[in-house]
């Protein structure tokens, strides 16, 4: 059953709209500006309530907790996510070249101080291997390891206090930035790390922890390499000391992938049969330890072993500030990365199941882990893709899971730890490369995304690239650099194209894809796809003139045939009004001048700015040009749909100074209404019937 729509109504201008159905005027910029600043200093009971619930979540949604419905769900997930934190937090350490410990550490502090200020209910914090392993660069960077291997007790913790001093330096910066971002509200700057650019960066980070990992997994003791081609320095490295292979650490680690890889697989595949995934890293990490320290694999086989564990918490000092001019670059990039991927995560889990985050919070929840966190020796945290991903399949429902995973850990440091003395390396390198399973992964989404859009499957790959070819951070820069351009060419390059009238309707598209749509004789009506900028205001001149056909040599003739018509037009009228009528002319000649312009030339050029979200000066211009060019040729320009910032910056440029301010229109129908009733009876009143 076909539906009919019947409308009859005025002819809008824009200012006839705006007198008809417009606000009230807006209070002037100062007092705006007042009333912003002073909303905010507004002191009562409610306001500081509503902020205190507002940055420290937990006293908002820790009173409607509902214990019965969700407590067990979350001490299984958080439980869970604890057993899995101890094996990588350690694991995770040793990308950043420091000791196991200081994983654990990080695995503690940071989930309690997320679980107070954080508004993501699924999000697990923590250890993140590419943020250890960007940050394991700079700290060898800054404090390399020796070459020789025989270094006396004495000198290996003070090389070793020196690295976790740097690693929780760039950590106490990172939150400090965050803190700034939260205090300038840029929590939109993560949205600058696009879907493409996240997984691309993710992906190729996960090679670079893979290749760092074979010298543990082999029992080579070479040095770490860092900067530009570091990966391919690596490789090459393993490669060459390949003779040298600890066949005893091999064994362990083939064994260990043996083990890690089917029961990884068995938790994905029947991940929701099982009520919570089978803790297989924390079991190899058990095992491993009770067969080492049976056989004394570190003395038969010179087997490396993780070593002392200090028992308890660490005291709090401070970080080594002093390297904070050297670490600051790095740091930026580290920062970005930990909280785009802590928000994408949040994002996910947050529309699955019907919930908001806030962005700014979480810069906030974030800084304070970071920067508390690095006064008790922690390296940088960050939500984790595969501890978030069994948090939320093991049936966490709020930040309350975190409570369970944090006991677990200090179980782990208070009691625990020095029982891991005689874990292998090898057995926490294959640990980590295990974990990276999803980041490999995210390979399968390469079809589908050439599918959909060809210029993100661009970025992706570029971006991929970048990191492994060049390095984490320089790829990473490289990646965002190439995004932006690709958004800045396809506003560049915005296509401008005629519209036709559908028969009958209101309704006006593009000819070039609507052969039944028909242009409106003696109008032009143009619409341009985009932005009009400095950056792409020639391409749409070009378009305009090729589609009007505008030229110079043109536009100079049709001046010169207008001047010469308004010249005979002039005399015509002298010789009247002197009573003498000059036949030769009048208006013969005038009414053939006029029906051959409307037969075969543009009278009026209407262009449809619905699609024109902002325009700069160089874009007002440009309109200002083409009026003056357009009345040389006697054309007029109309506009319609232009929205509100669009037409304050055309009427603030002058724009009305050159062209008839009723002459813009609330919608295309109108205006061609307009043009229409214009040429044929100018003096009835406008109305429109569709």
Not at 321 to 336: K, N, R, Y
Not at 361 to 380: K, M, W, Y
Not at 385 to 390: K, R, S
Request: aromatic content about 10%.
């Amino acid at each position: 059953m076909s539906t009919s729509v019947a409308v009859y109504r005025n002819i809008y201008t824009e200012d006839r709209f705006r007198q008809t159905f417009g606000t009230e005027a807006k209070p002037n910029g100062k007092a705006r500006l007042r009333e912003t600043l002073s909303k905010p200093c507004r002191c009562s009971r409610e306001t500081c309530l509503h902020l205190l619930k507002e940055r420290v979540p937990i006293f908002s949604w820790l009173p409607k907790y509902r214990l019965r419905k969700w407590i067990l769900g979350d001490t299984v997930a958080g439980l869970t996510v604890g057993i899995l934190h101890i094996p990588q937090g350690m694991a995770f350490a040793l990308l950043t070249s420091v000791a196991p410990i200081y994983g654990l550490y990080t695995s503690f502090f940071p989930v309690v101080l997320y679980m107070l200020f954080g508004t993501g209910r699924h999000v697990s914090t923590g250890t993140f291997a590419v943020v250890s392993l960007m940050t394991g660069s700079v700290v060898e960077q800054l404090v390399p390891t020796p070459p020789a291997q025989n270094s006396s007790s004495t000198e290996a913790a003070e090389l070793e206090a020196q690295r976790i001093g740097v690693a929780s330096a760039i950590a106490f910066l990172s939150g400090v930035m965050m803190l700034c971002m939260f205090g300038l509200q840029l929590g939109f700057l993560s949205t600058y790390l696009s879907e493409p650019i996240v997984k691309a960066f993710t992906s190729a980070a996960a090679f670079h922890v893979t290749i760092s990992q074979l010298q543990s997994m082999l029992g080579l003791r070479l040095p770490r390499y860092t900067g530009t081609f570091s990966l391919f320095k690596t490789l090459a490295s393993v490669l060459e000391n390949l003779p040298h292979t600890n066949l005893a650490e091999l064994l362990i680690s083939l064994l260990c992938l043996a083990v890690l890889i089917p029961i990884k697989e068995v938790n994905t595949r029947f991940r929701k049969r099982l009520r919570t995934p089978i803790p297989v890293e924390i079991l190899t990490v058990i095992i491993a330890t009770a067969v080492a320290y049976a056989t004394s694999l570190d003395s038969t086989y010179d087997v490396q072993i993780v070593g002392h564990i200090p028992a308890g918490f660490p005291r709090p000092r401070l970080p080594a500030l002093q390297t904070v001019p050297d670490i600051a670059g790095d740091t930026v990039a580290i920062t970005f990365v930990g909280y785009a991927v802590s928000v994408s995560l949040a994002m996910i889990y947050a529309d699955k199941h019907g919930y908001s985050i806030h962005p700014n919070q979480e810069l906030l929840a974030h800084g304070i882990s970071n920067t508390v966190s690095s006064l008790f020796t922690c390296f940088p945290s960050s939500a984790t893709l595969a501890t978030t991903n069994i948090l939320e399949s093991a049936g966490g429902y709020t930040q309350l899971s975190g409570l369970f995973t944090s006991l677990v850990v200090l179980v782990v440091l208070l009691l625990i730890g020095p029982l891991f003395y005689f874990l292998p390396k090898a057995v926490l390198a294959c640990i980590n490369v295990t974990s990276l399973r999803q980041m490999f992964l995210q390979f399968q989404d390469l079809p589908d995304l050439w599918r959909v859009s060809r210029i993100d499957f661009m970025v992706w790959l570029v971006t991929w690239l970048s990191v492994v070819v060049l390095n984490v951070d320089l790829g990473l820069a490289i990646g965002v650099v190439f995004s932006m351009m690709t958004v800045v060419c396809r506003t560049q390059r915005a296509g401008c194209s005629v519209l036709g009238r559908a028969s009958n309707t209101e309704i006006y598209r593009p000819i070039d894809n609507h052969n039944k749509c028909y242009e409106v004789p003696g109008v032009k009506i143009l619409t341009y796809n985009g932005p009009i900028y400095y950056g792409n205001r020639s391409f749409f001149k070009a378009d305009v003139n090729q589609l009007l056909g505008l030229t110079p040599e043109r536009i100079r003739s049709q001046e010169k045939a207008r001047k010469a018509l308004e010249k005979r037009e002039r005399e015509a009228i002298s010789t009247v009004e002197r009573g003498v009528a000059n036949t030769s002319f009048s208006s013969e000649n005038s009414e053939f001048f006029k029906s051959e312009m409307s037969e075969n030339e543009v009278q009026a050029v209407l262009i449809d700015c619905s699609s024109v979200i902002f325009v700069d000066v160089a874009g007002a211009k440009l309109f200002i040009q083409m009026c003056v060019e357009c009345q040389k040729m006697g054309v007029r320009i109309y506009l319609a749909n232009c929205n509100e910032s669009v037409l304050k910056i055309l009427t603030s440029s002058g724009l009305m100074n050159y062209m008839n301010p009723q002459h813009i229109f609330v919608t295309v129908h109108d205006a061609v209404v307009y043009i229409q009733q214009q040429r044929e009876k100018p003096s009835e009143n406008t109305m429109i019937w569709v």
